[in-house]
């Protein structure tokens, strides 16, 4: 996936906020929480970046081209150190995901005042 097609898809998704910061990183965020980052950290241009699951974590960073991404990975997050490690689809499935992460994460009334149900 490229930055075009990850902002565009993190776009789409309710409430979220683009800033682009940490030397041009496109920064994806719900309720001023990080999700999503898109950046020129690691091994080359365009390195995606997301919050997971403790699960997915482990999985992911035993695929090859998928690293824990730097200054995150304590937090569980990984980076795509390859465009091709995953296919566009696995990356939408992992973006909605860590949006749903970091949107259960967020305080009730945050959640009420961005419209967001958790169900």
């Known amino acids: ?5 990850f902002d565009e898809y993190c776009a ?3 409430a979220s906020e683009n800033v682009i910061q940490w030397g041009n990183a496109s920064v994806w965020k719900i309720g ?5 980052i898109c950046s020129n950290w690691g091994q080359g241009a365009g390195n995606i ?14 695929m090859p081209d998928i690293i824990p991404a730097p200054y995150l990975a304590r937090a569980k997050w990984v980076q795509l150190a390859a465009p091709d490690a995953l296919s566009d689809d696995e990356v ?10 970091i949107v259960r994460k967020l305080t ?7 419209g967001i149900v958790v169900t």
Not at 32 to 36: C, L, V
Not at 93 to 100: G, L, P, R, S
Not at 108 to 114: G, I, Q
């Open 108 to 114: 009730r009334a945050k959640r009420a005042e961005l």
């Open 92 to 101: 939408r499935a992992h973006i909605d995901a860590a949006y749903d992460i």
């Open 49 to 62: 970046s997301f919050k997971c699951s403790d699960l997915a974590y482990q999985v992911l960073t035993d």
């Open 12 to 14: 789409g998704l309710h």
């Open 1 to 5: 996936m490229d930055r075009k097609t």
């Open 32 to 36: 001023g929480k990080i999700f999503a």
